[in-house]
């Protein structure tokens, strides 16, 4: 199980400087990422600010118009089959295969992993209700997403990496995922990256997380640090001079005062002002904070 008695080289995923577009129309201008081993990294953002289009190049699916991508040390656009085996990715609309059962998808993909779980493979058709002779083009979104889940979690991989894997799945049945990314993290180390809106999700599962901004990474850290190193300044309109001009966001009120989303410094402070008379501070959620920043 794990990574117990791989040759582990490099970080499970890494990328530098990458830079992805479409026809002329850039996406993503020079991200760069590391996934240590062992962590759960919640990549979040907007719709269509280029999420699915990061993992794909992380994955050497999609290639970059300049930067690099490397998986477990190898170039992510010639990874080696042994690589490649230590891989589960599940798109956001899957669509292979579609021609066969889900059972016989499984078993065809089910010879290319040494370590695939086949008990796990039965237990989860029945607990996720999935006919094993349906044809998968026949399944509504959420059961298509549930037989791919299943099928990047019988492979066993060291990396697992999910494309908001939650988008099709009712609350139990994300819930039961969950549970399962948190397992499989904490027992067998399986480093994981997921896509998602859902920010309880993230909050629930992850270690760390990245927030994808106009094209690139303006939050990439522990969830703790993120939670812990934000906040909302209050400052009335006779303390108003003193903003920081460092904050990310910033609002007037009516009445003059300002509220502002600050950080602290390396010690741990909160910029000077926060202590000025009658400001006030408090500390922000990562919901509030990515719609503060992002919104
Ligand atoms: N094959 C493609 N050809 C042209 N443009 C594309 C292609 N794939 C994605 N795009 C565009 O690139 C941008 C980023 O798309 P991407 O799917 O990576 O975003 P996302 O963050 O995953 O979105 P969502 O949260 O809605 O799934 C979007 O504007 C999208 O329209």
């Not at 094209?215 to 522990?222: F, R, T, V």
Request: aromatic share 6%; glycine share 8%.
């Amino acid at each position: 199980m794990g990574n117990v008695g791989l040759a582990t080289t490099g970080s499970p995923l890494s990328v530098r400087k990458l830079v992805c577009g479409y026809a002329g129309v850039s996406v993503l201008n020079g991200v760069d990422l590391d996934l240590p081993e062992g962590s759960v990294l919640g990549l979040i953002g907007r719709n269509g600010v280029g999420k699915s289009t990061l993992i794909r190049a992380m994955l050497g699916l999609l290639e970059p118009l300049s930067g690099c991508a490397e998986v477990f040390g190898e170039p992510a656009l010639k990874l080696s089959d042994t690589v490649k085996a230590r891989i589960a990715y599940v798109p956001q609309q899957p669509e292979a295969l579609a021609w066969l059962t889900a059972q016989q998808m499984l078993d065809y993909v089910s010879r290319f992993y040494s370590r695939w779980d086949a008990t796990f493979v039965r237990t989860m058709l029945k607990q996720w209700d999935i006919p094993p002779d349906r044809v998968l083009a026949k399944f509504s979104p959420g059961e298509r997403q549930r037989v791919e889940l299943i099928r990047g979690l019988a492979s066993q991989p060291d990396l697992l990496v999910l494309d908001e894997p939650a988008a099709s799945l009712d609350p139990v049945a994300r819930r039961q995922l969950l549970r399962e990314i948190a397992l499989r993290a904490g027992e067998a180390g399986t480093t994981v990256l997921f896509s998602t809106h859902i920010v309880s999700d993230l909050e629930r599962v992850a270690s760390d997380v990245a927030f994808l901004h106009k094209g690139s990474l303006l939050l990439n850290c522990s969830v703790d640090d993120a939670k812990e190193r934000f906040g909302r300044l209050w400052l009335p309109e006779s303390a108003a001079t003193s903003a920081p001009s460092s904050a990310r966001v910033r609002r007037v009120h009516d009445d003059g005062s300002l509220s502002l989303v600050v950080e602290r410094d390396n010690d741990g402070n909160w910029p000077e002002s926060a202590y000025a008379s009658g400001a006030r501070i408090e500390t922000l959620g990562l919901e509030d904070l990515f719609v503060e920043i992002a919104g």
